[in-house]
């Protein structure tokens, strides 16, 4: 991309630092939206530009604003940077390098929603990084960017950091808002959504980093110029996050409806000589595999394309698995993961991730009998749509895939590869 | 008696302020870390007096540092070096990492070394996938990331520490 509109400090490092921030017009947005313009007219901007949230689902950024209940007050912002996907590392540089366009995203978002008390909730590892932001949060008090009576206006407004301190789940929306309550991290029965009962019971907006670092350019310079990035369903830019076995992993700023084949070839550098592309990820370790081959690299990365290979664009964090991985071992580290993440509220993912780990365990060691694999894949099937969040979900895609579009890797694991029992596999 | 109001007042009503006045309960987190600055984990006086300070029971306290994997309720070594190693950065080399790291110690996986200078666990992903093999140091009052590492420089770290506490 010749200009990012994100990861703008890879154009001028220095806009970390706020003179240089304001200089490019930083917080000229949000002064604007402050002095002239009422928080429905920030909003409606939103919608126009088709923004749809970055945290994986979506949704359209604008239309989650509207729905906040404007008969219950307080309203709160949550910004949700608890960034724990497996693949996903894109908030992180967001916020570390240019904090204060992120910062300006928040404020905009709370002043269309009218909230005088936002929260950043920080997975507890990003220690430092929240410890930078708070010191850039005091600089904006400072320079009456934040605080009361903004630019001689009534409008009032403070930001707060939250760290988390490990946890996956705290990445759903509801459980976030659990933990921020200080709870344990467990999902909450939805409806009512955080827009009509959120943190604190009040009404609340829940927002990925990302999609927040994306409004102060859309109020500045229009709903029309952002549209003009990404295709007509899935407009604007996307942070990338590529790694696995690539040549240059990290994290790309590329307009939604990129190619696979593009973000992995041209500007991930390839994968090893000698070494050819098996599989992709493309929302991280919650993913399905996609056989990559050259329908699936032609594939444009965006909300509506990539469902037609068999996966969701998610997060976008794209992980390369090249022929030298057997899916077995595979979905034996992402079944771990999901097996350790689980908060343990719904029995069907605590119990089931459980059970998925003890027999990825015995196929990885060579240690199962084929009606281990079908037995795997009958405890994913019945996790599937049972929980109150989607990480039960998430902990069997990999493993429904992979057993469907990869049979063999469980072939070869497994000594007899004849089914003990003819159990037709319904997949 | 609360040891905790008692050295941290001023800190603890800069949290409690951060909150809502009806809803103290959100300050247990930060709190927590407050806690643990000490001696690295949270101990069961710690646990009575948050609960105090913040009016709920030190039952919830517990669950709290029982479900977070960053609060600990027993001592461990001075710092704790957390490897990521799961998916992505296993493509990249995180497990031989691990084992090269554990053998030098003389260490398992969630073990201490005798000196109790380190503890070396494995991990979830902590968002750094780009720049495996890579590992977090817990310490008694923050995080740090140490990132693109091998044994070697695992290694050099780890015996800056001990040097560290060897000159007192």
């Known amino acids: 991309m010749a200009e990012h509109i994100l990861l703008r400090h ?29 928080p429905e007219e920030v909003t409606d901007i939103v919608f126009d530009s088709g923004l749809r949230g970055r945290g994986g689902a979506g949704f359209p950024t604008g239309l989650k604003w509207r729905f906040m209940d404007k008969n219950n007050w307080p309203h709160y912002v ?51 990084l929240a410890h930078e932001l708070d010191k850039h949060i005091t600089k904006l008090h400072k320079e009456k960017l934040l605080g009361d009576q903004l630019f001689g206006t009534e409008y009032s407004l403070r930001i707060h950091t939250h760290l988390g301190a490990g ?75 590529l790694s696995g076995n690539v040549m240059k992993p990290g994290n790309y700023e590329l307009p939604l409806g990129t190619t696979f084949r593009e973000l992995i070839f041209e500007h991930g550098g390839g994968l090893r000589e000698g070494r050819s592309i098996k599989a992709i990820m493309p929302a991280g370790a919650s993913s399905s595999l996609i056989v990559a081959n050259d329908v699936a690299l032609d594939t444009q990365m965006d909300y509506e394309n990539v469902p037609n290979v068999g996966a969701m664009l998610g997060s976008a964090s794209i992980i390369v698995i090249d022929d030298s991985v057997s899916m077995d071992w595979l979905i034996n ?23 998925m780990k003890n027999i990825t365990e015995r196929i990885h060691h060579g240690e199962a009998v084929w009606d ?46 004849r089914p003990k029992t003819e159990v037709k596999l319904s997949l | 008696m609360n040891h905790l109001r008692d050295q941290y007042g001023k800190e603890i009503e800069d949290v409690l302020a951060r909150y809502p006045e009806t ?31 913040l009016a709920i029971s030190t039952t919830d306290v517990a669950s709290i540092v029982g479900f977070y994997t960053l609060y600990h309720d027993e001592q461990a070594g001075r710092y ?88 007192g």
């Open chain 1, 78 to 128: 949550a910004v949700n940077a608890d960034e724990s996907e497996p693949g996903t590392f894109k908030d992180r540089e967001l916020m570390e390098s240019n904090p204060y366009q992120f910062l300006e995203g928040v404020m905009l978002c709370a002043y269309a929603v009218g909230c005088n008390d936002a929260y950043i909730y920080l997975r507890g590892e990003f220690w430092d």
């Open chain 2, 80 to 167: 704790r070096i957390q490897v990521c190693n799961d998916l992505p950065c296993a493509l990249r080399g995180a497990d031989d990492f691990l084992d090269g790291l554990c053998d030098h110690l003389g260490v398992k996986p969630g073990e201490t070394t005798p000196d109790g200078v380190v503890t070396v666990e494995a991990v979830m992903c902590l968002a750094a996938c780009d720049k495996a093999p890579m590992f977090q140091v817990q310490s008694y009052d923050g995080i740090a990331y140490h990132e693109v590492q091998t044994v070697k420089s695992a290694v050099k770290l780890v015996d800056g520490w001990r040097k560290e506490k060897a000159s």
């Open chain 1, 10 to 38: 890879r154009d001028n490092k220095e806009i970390s630092k706020l003179p240089t921030y304001r200089k490019g017009s930083g917080f000229s947005a949000f002064e604007r939206a402050v002095t002239k313009l009422n």
């Open chain 1, 333 to 355: 580290k992402t079944v771990h993961f999901f097996e350790h993440e689980s908060c343990g509220k719904c029995t069907p993912c605590r119990e089931g991730t459980y059970w």
């Open chain 1, 372 to 417: 281990d694999v079908l037995l795997l894949n009958d405890v994913a099937t019945n996790i599937k749509g049972k929980c109150l969040c989607a990480l039960g979900d998430f902990a069997t895609e990999a493993v429904t895939s992979s057993i469907e579009r990869f049979r063999e890797d469980f072939e070869t694991r497994v000594p007899q590869s």
């Open chain 2, 23 to 53: 809803q103290k309960r959100a300050a247990v987190m930060p709190l927590l870390y407050i806690a643990q600055r000490e001696d690295g984990y949270v101990s069961t006086q710690d646990m009575d007096d948050i609960a105090e300070l």
């Open chain 1, 167 to 241: 946890a996956y789940i705290c990445g759903e929306e509801t459980a976030m808002l659990e933990s921020l309550e200080g709870k344990l991290g467990q999902p909450r029965l939805r409806p009512p959504f955080p827009p009509s009962f959120g943190l604190f019971g009040k009404p609340t907006v829940v927002n990925n980093v990302e999609t927040l670092a994306n409004v102060p350019l859309i109020l500045e310079k229009g709903a029309k110029w952002y549209r003009g990035f990404g295709t007509e369903k899935s407009p604007g830019t996307k942070i990338f996050s």
